[in-house]
């Protein structure tokens, strides 16, 4: 289980270049034959230059099921204090005592997750918080194939031409519109396992061959 | 790693709410989540245990039949694992949902560490026969030979002597043997036979058996039905029959083993009740009624059936205590009516029912009739009291000096509530208007009965106030369609089926009936009245009365397991215990009560 953990030894461009040359499968693809990892990131702001990854949650989705046995929550060692955005997460510096360095945290994920779609609810915040976290750390960028589960859920309201309220597109909506069971907002795994159920009602209500890429259609 | 929304169903949910912490996020890491949607057929597997979070399933026997539905936190496939048995049933999603897949290897686990789980899951197991059980069989179960007679063959052969057939029958105490020949019946020897056949006849004590046993006698199925024996004993005039068992001799049954297996049987017990001469022996007789519901139990009868027998079983002790009283204190001055009230004046009586009672007379109680009627109806509520039928805690009974009037006396009295009706008033006094006469002057009680039958009918201000006071409790359903629990005195969480359920759906069906002139006291009989009568819409009977015999069965069930495990009989049913269909079952029932109840509001409370 901590193979992983051996390979520390290797060059850290390698492990994403090892990452990078395992493909996402081909777009045309059925996407219930797809596997998935759903992610989510607590964050110190939203300007990824400068604000930090506090934690880290993901669970995957295989074969349609999430698999609990592989969920993962890490606690980041911060460079700076969490601060302010303690009201978010509601962690405090105080909790970090048994948090990971991003860099173990972000090797777990590339070394295991290879050829995953990544998933996660309005993800160009996720993604743009990893792929500077993998520029600073491994000098080199990880090439993510992410779906985001907030845009196929606007698509699938336009579709049916529902008009919006505000705050309709926010996962805890998104969860109840589904009638699925809420959790703890802001925690990375809660929420990562909330969006992995809203990816399963998602797939499941739409025509049961979607393509890989009819979904990255709708991500957009 | 813990996901903290399946952590906490696991640990809300029946087995699995005994485990720690620890304990629960492992099992939780042992689980995959799975999305279903309407209509889907849920593929089982040997490998797995299927948990329901969300939604609702539909179990579909080989031959099409629902058998149950399945909804949060209940469970299938752990007939599968427990018994490597596949069968043939189909799970079909009816509202989308979440389902858990716990590894095999966890359940096993689980099983082998938790004694309780383990039970629980075998219970599920046994429950789920049962079920197919009740599926398979419609007709209602009737005791077989078999329920009455042991494997117990006491055989001879047809060579050995009268005399060793005497000692034998001496040594294992029977009546009878069965005459074998190379394993196969030849026939039977009574001690009877003994008797008119050997000594009358001045035979020896060697003679052979078969000289003077009966050759072929009439035989009967070991899986044959009872009342079959007793036919084919009637018929031949016979008092043995041999058992067989796939055309070998297994046992021999007789008169006195009929005789015994319907003891309890009511028509037994009613027989008794009018043959005892003193308090004690129907406080005996009485100490029986348990026995008997747990025999009417086995042998599923139906709530509505058990509650009638039960109020006759009341009714013949309250019958014979009015008998004992006339032979204690002398025949009685006047005529009268003893009436009884409430569940039993409705004969749908329950095991943990009250005394609900008064006393109709023909004269003014004043001198010595009133004095003669006090101590009377002491004498009968005492006894019954004594007979386990608690005295009414609200007086309602005929020891209470308000409660024995004359005609004109009652007839006042309903004036009164009828009349000038306070709310008050009448959710005191609504039993009063389920009245029926137990003992004594059956014209006495129809002069009172149409008396306020003319006074209700059509009373617009009258049936207004009692709709209301049917209105004032309402079925424990949430808005969502979940259960509302409340506690009892001791801290027992539940639904309490009387209260919130059965005495709601009465007191609509009363406001109806007395609207309407309508003599009968049963509800269901009431019910079926209004439908005939075109006052109440025929569906809206039907479903009320489902409702009704719904909330009797469960009540019944709840009393049955009361009474087995040793608890006092309680009306507080805590929904968890009850498989899927029954909860189902229970929610429409609920349902159908809301829906009656803004119904008789409409009907009854729109102009005022």
């Known amino acids: ?220 | 790693m813990e996901v903290a929304e399946v952590t906490t169903f696991l640990a809300g949910t029946t087995p699995f709410d005994q485990l720690k912490t620890t304990e629960l996020a492992s099992l939780a890491e042992q689980i995959s989540v799975y999305y279903c949607q309407n209509g889907e057929t849920v593929q089982l597997s040997s490998e797995r245990l299927m948990i329901v979070r969300t939604g609702i399933f539909a179990l579909f026997s080989d031959q099409q039949t629902l058998l149950t539905k399945l909804e949060e936190g209940d469970f299938y496939g752990y007939q599968l694992l427990l018994t490597g048995l596949a069968d043939n049933d189909q799970l079909v999603c009816e509202e989308d949902g979440l389902v858990y897949w716990l590894t095999a290897e966890a359940f096993h686990q689980l099983r082998y560490q938790y004694k309780n789980i383990d039970i629980f899951f075998q219970r599920l197991f046994s429950r789920r026969l049962h079920q197919y059980k009740a599926q398979q069989q419609h007709s209602r179960f009737t005791l077989k030979v078999s329920d009455v007679v042991q494997a117990r063959k006491v055989a001879i052969s047809g060579e050995q002597t009268v005399q060793q057939a005497a000692i034998l029958m001496t040594e294992k105490r029977v009546s009878s043997l069965l005459v074998e020949q190379d394993d196969r019946l030849v026939g039977i020897i009574t001690d009877r036979d003994l008797r008119s056949r050997v000594l009358a006849d001045n035979l020896a004590a060697q003679t052979p058996v078969n000289q003077v046993m009966t050759a072929k006698p009439h035989t009967i199925d070991k899986h044959a039905y009872l009342f079959e024996a007793v036919q084919l004993m009637s018929r031949h005039n016979v008092h043995h029959l041999p058992v067989l068992d796939k055309q070998q001799s297994y046992s021999m049954i007789t008169a006195t083993d009929i005789i015994r297996s319907q003891q309890d049987h009511p028509v037994y017990l009613i027989g008794e009740i009018h043959r005892q001469t003193s308090v004690d022996g129907l406080e005996h007789c009485a100490s029986q009624i348990t026995n008997l519901a747990l025999t009417m139990g086995k042998q599923q009868v139906p709530a509505h059936e058990a509650g009638h027998i039960i109020t006759t079983i009341t009714d013949a002790l309250t019958q014979r205590l009015i008998k004992l009283a006339q032979i204690e204190f002398g025949p009685s001055p006047c005529v009268f009516s003893w009436l009884a009230f409430g569940s039993q004046g409705r004969m749908d009586q329950s095991l943990n029912a009250d005394q609900d009672n008064a006393l109709l007379l023909e004269k003014e109680p004043v001198g010595d009739v009133a004095d003669y009627f006090a101590a009377l109806a002491d004498f009968v509520c005492q006894g019954l009291a004594r007979c386990g039928i608690i005295l009414c805690p609200g007086n309602i009974m005929a020891s209470n000096s308000a409660l024995r009037l004359s005609l004109k006396g009652w007839s006042g009295q309903f004036a009164k509530w009828v009349n000038s009706p306070t709310p008050e008033a009448l959710l005191k006094s609504s039993i009063f208007f389920d009245l029926r006469v137990i003992e004594g002057s059956k014209g006495l009680f129809n002069a009172l009965q149409n008396d306020i039958l003319a006074r209700t009918n059509g009373n617009t201000l009258f049936l207004y106030h009692l709709a209301q006071t049917a209105l004032q409790r309402t079925a424990p359903l949430s808005f969502l369609r979940n259960f509302i629990l409340e506690h009892d005195g001791k801290q027992k969480k539940g639904l309490d089926l009387k209260k919130r359920g059965i005495s709601v759906i009465t007191d609509i069906v009363r406001v109806y009936a007395l609207s309407a002139g309508i003599a009968e006291i049963n509800t269901r009989q009431r019910l079926v009245k209004l439908a005939s009568n075109g006052i109440m819409d025929a569906k809206d009977t039907q479903n009320l009365s489902d409702a009704f015999d719904i909330l009797a069965q469960l009540r019944w069930d709840k009393h049955q397991h009361d009474l087995t495990e040793g608890h006092e009989v309680s009306n507080l049913l805590d929904p968890k215990v009850l498989s899927g269909l029954q909860r189902h079952q229970l929610k429409d029932s609920l349902t159908v009560i809301n829906d009656a109840q803004s119904a008789l509001k409409h009907r009854f409370c729109r102009e005022m």
Not at chain 1, 56 to 62: D, E, K, Q, S, T
Request: one cysteine or more; a neutral charge.
């Open chain 1, 1 to 220: 289980m901590l193979g992983w953990l051996q390979h520390k030894t290797t060059p850290l461009s390698h492990i994403v270049q090892t990452f990078n040359q395992c493909l996402p499968p081909a777009g045309n693809i059925r996407a219930a034959e797809c596997s998935f990892l759903v992610i989510d990131l607590e964050l110190t702001g939203l300007n990824a230059k400068r604000d930090h990854i506090v934690s880290l949650g993901w669970v995957p989705v295989r074969q349609h099921e999430v698999v609990l046995s592989e969920a993962r929550h890490y606690l980041v060692i911060s460079p700076v204090s969490v601060g302010q955005s303690a009201i978010f997460h509601g962690l405090h510096d105080k909790d970090f005592d048994d948090a990971r360095e991003l860099a173990d945290v972000l090797t777990e994920l590339l070394q295991r997750y290879a050829g995953y779609i990544f998933v996660a609810h309005h993800c160009q915040l996720d993604y743009r918080f990893l792929n500077v976290a993998c520029q600073r750390i491994f000098a080199k960028s990880a090439k993510f194939s992410f779906i985001d589960t907030l845009n196929i859920e606007l698509y699938r309201l336009q579709k049916q031409g529902i008009v919006m309220k505000k705050d309709a597109l926010r996962l805890p909506q998104c969860l109840s519109r589904h009638k699925l069971p809420q959790s703890n907002q802001h925690h990375a795994l809660a929420d990562a396992y909330s969006s992995a159920l809203l990816l399963l009602s998602q797939l499941k209500h739409s025509h049961a061959d979607i393509t890989l890429a009819d979904l990255q259609l709708q991500s957009r």
